[in-house]
């Protein structure tokens, strides 16, 4: 009986683990197009990262087929092996950030090659016995000073990588056993191979379809005013339950919930603006564009973005609203809410188009006007009959939307500062000249 | 007359000059006098940023020393230059984040290792002409595919070292014109010298004064909560403008505004988490540690920093509110800000000390109490003699505190979770059997 029953649970286990096998393939199959999926819609989103791919293969290949070629010094050995890592390291998404690695790999060798090179020199003159002791504490205290330069927030901004580079090559250089005259060969050819390594990353990164941190920036502060436009403008709608024609107007939740992003933008839009200020002047862009005007930018965007997301709490609020309260304030709600968002929609499209026109202007007047004319309905408001609990929702969304107006405006003058440093065209000049 | 002028020009120009240059030792004396109070004050906010630069010293001073004594190869050669190379990068702050890399750098050089030689062989097959084309190939399909995966945003938080390591060194092996029995000599060297240098890393980074990811998360979300109690139970008397004896309570602007850190938190929490996962267990925290709880917490923590933001421009606010109005509220707001305040403090000690106790729920029961009374107030309200434009700040600032309760009962909640999943010891037990 026991035996039978053993022999029944193998059984059992043996048909699970077959059916389990058996679903194997149908389960990698699945997996397989589910990242093939994904795959396909992150190079739609971004057909740049598909290329950016491309470029990397094509910069590695150029650098093995050069080696292959061309072997320079000792065969296919150390000098093609820093040129490969050069083009791995260094090759980054912005010409920005390729060219800051580019920068910090090769100044980083410079000068740690040389203190290397004295430090050597000063081990050596100390005797057999001394040599190894001086060695240990020179690259003690350097990794160590180096490492807490790190820690600074400058420093880790912009020459994290450098900083590296320096206390590898110093160490490299420090304790190598070579010869004078072997440590100089190394030298040069260290140097070369980052030259040519470096030169590749530049020149295909440049030269084939930039994408520029700068450009980047200077799209991603438009699109983030558009993305808080698109909540202002449908917040109307959404939170009064606006009726056209019997209908519910229907607004994509997708696009209302877009504005969490801008939430979370501090951190990308620093580093871009910092790998920007590297790159030569490209298309649109001087050489010295006012780069941190978008960090203003970016900044007060996201102020008026946490307003958004205190003001995201009242949609589907539960409170009963009174009707009649509400129906009178709708107006104004609505208006300030969708001037602000045209003004914000405008501005993105004056920085995406650099030009400089008065109709952002217009719209923030008109949401002003629709705070006075709020704040008048509010003190001649008839309160007899009116229960606070009531319009308390109604009245917070009122007052988080007139802050919104009030930063709209701040939003509005900063992008102004802009075109001003940044030379926008004058649409109005434009039409007057015509 | 006009040589004069130049002349005097010149003078002038020297006299600045010189003036610039007498003044160059002063203004150098105070930058380096700047930045020794900078590197001070790192230090002195987290002394393990000195203690982790002297580790990083020590490891790389023992893989140096450790090569200048055993020439394993041939002298100080490639072989001491990887294993530098493996502890400059692959020490890092954090163990789990030195664990995770060297495991990147580990398994990322095996796989590419392999299929390197494997390309090398069908390389060679196709003759001596086609052998460039395939290798040309092969490195660019390799690196173009390998940098695609990188966008994918869980690669990018976990394999994103391990990613480049294999482009690098399949790229290395294929191209490289070894012969075979060189491979093999290769491949051990590399392979050894990567565990070395691994190895150093990881028992230093362990067992000298370790950094667990883990331990720092926990801490920061715990942090984060105490920043936004800090606001909310200052809060009240700021807004109000309370005075004690006569005198304003005088608050500190600075412990006010701690919060808005927690606002640009989600990144640094992830990475933690993502380190935290590969740590052993240590200290209070096993293996298994809930570490996705914390993430949960800390997106509720967010959510209530955004509604604190809002309230923030509350403060200070211009607008005349009611004298009568206030004195009513005052009360209702202080307590619903003050006692979630407390909830969140309790909440942080929970975490801090990892016990359970129902005191963090006593307050957040207050909390909602001081919401009841409030509702029950405003339904009851006389609102004859009130102009709503007055009042509206006080009721959005009531209506803010509100959201806040809840967003501090759905922490509560999730804190307790966390309790459980971790087996918090409960204090209330520990009191009993006493």
Redesign the interface.
């Given at each position: 009986m026991e035996i039978g029953s053993v022999n029944h649970e193998t059984a059992g286990l043996f048909v699970s683990g077959w059916c389990r096998i058996k679903a194997l393939p149908e389960k990698l199959k699945a997996n397989v197009i589910e990242v093939i999926k994904?795959?396909k819609k992150?190079?739609q989103d971004d057909p740049r990262?598909?290329i950016?791919?491309?470029k990397?293969?094509?910069a590695?290949?150029l650098v093995?087929?050069f080696?292959?070629?061309r072997?320079l010094y000792d065969?296919?050995g150390?000098s093609?092996?820093w040129a490969?890592?050069t083009v791995?390291?260094v090759f980054e998404f912005t010409v920005g950030a390729t060219l800051s690695k580019g920068l910090n790999r090769g100044f980083a060798t410079l000068l740690a090659g040389a203190l290397g090179v004295g430090a050597h020199y000063l081990a050596c003159l100390s005797g057999e016995k001394g040599e190894?002791i001086l060695?240990?504490l020179f690259?003690?205290?350097?990794?160590?000073?180096s490492?807490?330069t790190r820690?600074?927030p400058q420093m880790k901004a912009r020459y994290d990588y450098g900083v590296?580079i320096f206390?590898?090559t110093f160490?490299?250089v420090?304790?190598?056993?070579?010869r004078d005259d072997e440590i100089l060969k190394l030298a040069h050819q260290r140097l070369s191979t980052i030259l040519i390594g470096c030169t590749i990353c530049v020149v295909v990164s440049i030269f084939i379809c930039p994408v520029w941190a700068g450009e980047d920036l200077h799209n991603l502060v438009a699109v983030n005013m558009e993305k808080l436009a698109s909540f202002l403008e449908g917040f109307g709608a959404e939170y009064f339950k606006i009726e056209e024609d019997g209908e519910r107007v229907l607004i994509m939740i997708d696009d209302l919930q877009a504005y969490k992003s801008v939430?979370?933008s501090?951190?990308g839009e620093e580093s871009l603006a910092n790998f920007a200020r590297r790159e030569p002047g490209h298309g649109r862009f001087g050489f010295r564009h006012p780069w941190k005007e978008y960090l203003k930018i970016g900044a007060l965007t996201?102020?008026c973005a946490?307003?958004v997301?205190?003001l995201n709490?009242y949609i589907n609020s539960e409170t009963q609203i009174s009707q009649e309260f509400q129906r009178n304030i709708q107006i104004f709600c609505t208006k300030m809410s969708s001037e602000s968002g045209n003004a914000l929609k405008e501005l993105a499209s004056e920085i995406k188009t650099m030009t400089y026109s008065s109709l952002a202007d217009c719209h923030v007047e008109n949401a002003k006007t629709a705070v006075n004319d709020l704040?008048t309905f509010?003190?001649a408001?008839m309160?007899?009959n009116?229960?606070?609990?009531e319009i308390?929702?109604a009245?917070?969304v009122?007052?988080?939307l007139i802050?919104i107006v009030t930063h709209t405006d701040e939003i509005s003058e900063s992008v102004h500062e802009l075109a001003r440093l940044a030379h926008f065209e004058s649409v109005e000049l434009l039409h007057g000249e015509l």
């Open positions: 994904k795959a992150l190079g990262r598909v950016h791919s491309l990397v293969g094509l590695l290949t093995s087929l080696y292959y070629f072997p065969g296919f150390m093609a092996i490969l890592l791995v390291v190894p060695l240990g690259v003690f205290l350097i990794a160590a000073a490492t807490f820690f600074f590296l206390i590898f160490g490299m420090a304790v190598s056993g070579y939430l979370n501090k951190a996201r102020q946490s307003q997301e205190a709490g704040k509010f003190k408001a309160l007899e009116i229960d606070l609990l308390m929702s009245t917070t009122a007052s988080l802050k």
